[in-house]
Nanobody
Framework: QLQLVESGGGLVQPGGSLRLSCTAS????????IAWFRQAPGKEREGVSC????????NYRDSVKGRFTIARDIAKNTVYLQMSSLEPEDTAVYSC?????????????????????WGQGTQVTVSS
């Protein structure tokens, strides 16, 4: 059974850092594109960052460039999102998602319909 489990969320002060983890079971992240999305109360889900199935391409939404870094550890079957210089506007539920196993994109996307397996999410709150 395919499953994604996020962890690492929490409460942090503005300017602080957090590292989110997305661990997969039932399939390998090798050759599977993974993206992080977030959704704040009253707002639409938005793509934050992604890494392609071969790990050679990464993308970020403009507002997190230079602050967030996505990386993966195939041996641990885990994708990480290192978040630094956090701002109150980063407060949201963060979820990871995986592309269908029939898809191998050279360039990953931040488009939710391109992903078909989703985790439950982890809350990130940036507040003083």
């Amino acid at each position: 059974q395919l499953q994604l489990v996020e962890s690492g969320g929490g409460l942090v002060q503005p300017g602080g850092s957090l590292r989110l983890s997305c661990t997969a079971s039932g399939f390998t992240l090798d050759f599977t594109g993974i993206a992080w999305f977030r959704q704040a109360p009253g707002k639409e889900r938005e793509g934050v960052s992604c890494i392609s199935g071969r790990g050679r391409n990464t993308n970020y939404r403009d507002s997190v460039k230079g602050r967030f870094t996505i990386a993966r550890d195939i041996a641990k079957n885990t994708v990480y999102l290192q978040m630094s210089s956090l701002e109150p506007e980063d407060t949201a539920v963060y979820s990871c998602a995986a592309e269908p196993n029939t898809t191998i994109r050279a360039v990953c996307t931040l488009n939710p319909p391109d992903y078909d397996s989703w985790g439950q999410g982890t809350q990130v709150t940036v507040s003083s």
